[in-house]
């Protein structure tokens, strides 16, 4: 167990890292919508390759990805979108980020399937 919490922390503190050098490279919203996509489709290629393998699913999916994928951000930046008046773009905006989510996790996985 012990084992498991560190592989958990230690990708935690690289997403979360990972996180915040996108964010800065790339202003919310999109930074984040971007997070979430990129996090979404690797999250498709970890869930196929690491089925067999599921000492490494702790460190990169539960910890990098958590760390790395937020939805709490999406939701404040959709909060403060919907908030200032801007009604069109925050429903494009949880739209758009969710049916990217959708397909770049569902092309992850394809893909991964293609390589195994």
């Known amino acids: 167990m012990i084992l498991t919490l560190t592989q ?3 990708g935690g503190a690289i997403g ?3 996180r915040y050098l996108t964010t800065a490279v790339v202003s919310a919203p999109l ?3 971007v997070v979430n996509v ?3 489709f690797a999250m498709g290629v970890l869930f196929v390759t690491l089925s067999s393998r599921t000492s490494l699913s702790p460190l990169l999916m539960t910890g990098v990805l958590g760390g790395f ?3 709490s951000a999406f939701s404040l930046d959709a909060l403060k979108l919907w ?3 801007q009604t069109t773009v925050a429903l494009a ?3 758009g980020s969710v049916v990217l ?3 770049a996790v569902a092309l992850g996985a394809a893909l991964a399937r293609g390589l195994t």
Do not use: C, I, K, P
């Open 38 to 40: 990129v996090g979404s």
């Open 93 to 95: 905006y949880v739209g």
């Open 16 to 18: 979360s890292l990972l």
């Open 101 to 103: 989510s959708l397909v």
């Open 31 to 33: 930074g984040t919508a």
């Open 69 to 71: 994928t937020t939805f």
């Open 8 to 10: 958990v922390a230690l």
């Open 83 to 85: 908030t200032a008046g």
